[in-house]
């Protein structure tokens, strides 16, 4: 049975990337920022449209290092409808996550829901712009000047991502992003923060690099977030292909609503005509369809196809967040019914037909 898993890595040929490490057997320059290391940096800013990027380790490193990097304390207000990375990020730097609900229509924080959890403990709202969906960054950043708190958007699912004609990295504070193997860009193992302000750097490198400034000169307790030559140079590979990527992947999500849209009981992410999508997810909501998300789920399973309950459970139903009292009934029904579906560049089209014949049978 040739089995389906929900994402597939994307790879450069061989040679390609054979090619791109080639010279590293000469310089013998490893990591610490090397050329790939800088290259990639400004091929990002551009392909970002960003004014300022830090690479980082990994997108959860990014987190953690931009949650240190902006001085917060207290509380800070987030979704529970995401990756067991954002809440840990904050709880890992000694905050108490607040949970706020998400909207049913896009599943991103709900903006009416957020100012009464502000609270005189309250320094910044990470929010989630989930399977690529752009949170409503307008009302956000109205209510952060308004109590004058920090806005950083756990951008992971959103690489390449336009909103308003605007690259989603500049929005908030800052943002991060994940170049994990499974993301629609992958530099194997791989994070970065965007930022408008040019201060957050060198807060930034001293994190990812134990403070230190200089072989006698040592000006913070960091880590080491630091970015691999070799990874680097994945995604100078995998950066070629992006543009190319993302219309295959556009074309799979277009098959699939074909199949899947108008059928009751399934509703489909929405399409919003100002934002230029990166089709990283394809999340489908079961209900009051003839079969719950468990079950579809089941049946996939059982023909070799793997989908993802993602997001199941909500992170406020984590064990080591049970005492979290927050209460968050959209996100819990939500996380209940939905499915994402394979999706990725080279999934063929007679595999999507397949797992929309499974769905509705
Ligand atoms: C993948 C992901 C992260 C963490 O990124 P890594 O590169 O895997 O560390 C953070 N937040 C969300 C929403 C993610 O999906």
């Known amino acids: 049975m040739n089995k389906i898993n929900v994402t597939q890595s994307s790879l450069p040929t061989l040679e390609e990337y054979i090619n791109e490490i080639k010279d590293l057997w000469d310089s013998r320059w490893l990591t610490n920022m090397g050329v790939k290391h800088q290259k990639l940096e400004m091929e990002l800013k551009e392909y970002l449209h960003t004014p300022n990027i830090t690479l980082f380790t990994n997108g959860h490193i990014a987190l953690e290092s931009v949650i240190d990097a902006s001085n917060l304390t207290g509380e800070v207000i987030t979704t529970p409808f995401t990756f067991a990375s954002t809440t840990h990020a904050i709880t890992r730097n000694g905050l108490i996550p607040v949970f706020c609900d998400i909207n ?10 957020i100012e009464s959890l502000i609270t005189d403990k309250t320094s910044a709202i990470i929010p989630v712009h989930v399977y690529g969906n ?16 920090k806005v950083i958007f756990d951008a992971a699912h959103a690489f390449g991502v336009i909103v308003d004609g605007n690259k989603v990295a500049n929005l908030g504070d800052a943002s991060i992003f ?20 040019e201060s957050y ?3 930034l490198d001293d994190i990812r690099n134990y403070g230190i400034r200089s072989p006698e000169s040592v000006m913070y307790p960091g880590g080491n977030g630091k970015m691999s030559e070799f990874h680097a140079a994945m995604g100078l590979c995998n950066l070629r292909h992006i543009e190319e990527d993302i219309n295959k992947r556009k074309i799979i999500d277009e098959h699939y609503r074909e199949r899947l849209s108008n059928i009751k009981g399934i509703k489909l992410n929405i399409i919003k005509e100002y934002v230029k999508k ?6 489908v909501v079961f209900n009051g369809y003839k079969y719950s998300r468990n079950e579809v789920y089941e049946k996939l399973l ?5 989908a993802r309950k993602y997001f199941y459970p909500l992170t406020n139903n984590f064990e080591c967040y049970k005492n979290n ?8 029904n939500i996380a209940n ?25």
């Open 104 to 113: 049913e229509s896009d599943y991103t924080i709900d903006i009416e829901k």
């Open 134 to 149: 752009v949170c409503n960054y307008i009302e956000i950043d109205r209510i952060a000047k308004k109590y004058n708190i």
């Open 178 to 197: 994940s170049f994990h193997a499974t993301k629609v860009f992958n530099t194997i193992e791989g994070g970065a923060v965007t930022y408008k302000d």
């Open 201 to 203: 750097k060198l807060r």
């Open 278 to 283: 990166n089709y990283a997810y394809f999340p």
């Open 302 to 306: 059982k023909e070799g196809i793997t």
């Open 325 to 332: 009292i927050n209460y968050t009934p959209v996100a819990n």
């Open 337 to 361: 019914q939905i499915l994402c579906l394979p999706i990725y560049s080279e999934l063929n089209k007679i595999d999507v037909e397949k797992i929309c014949d499974i769905i509705s049978k």
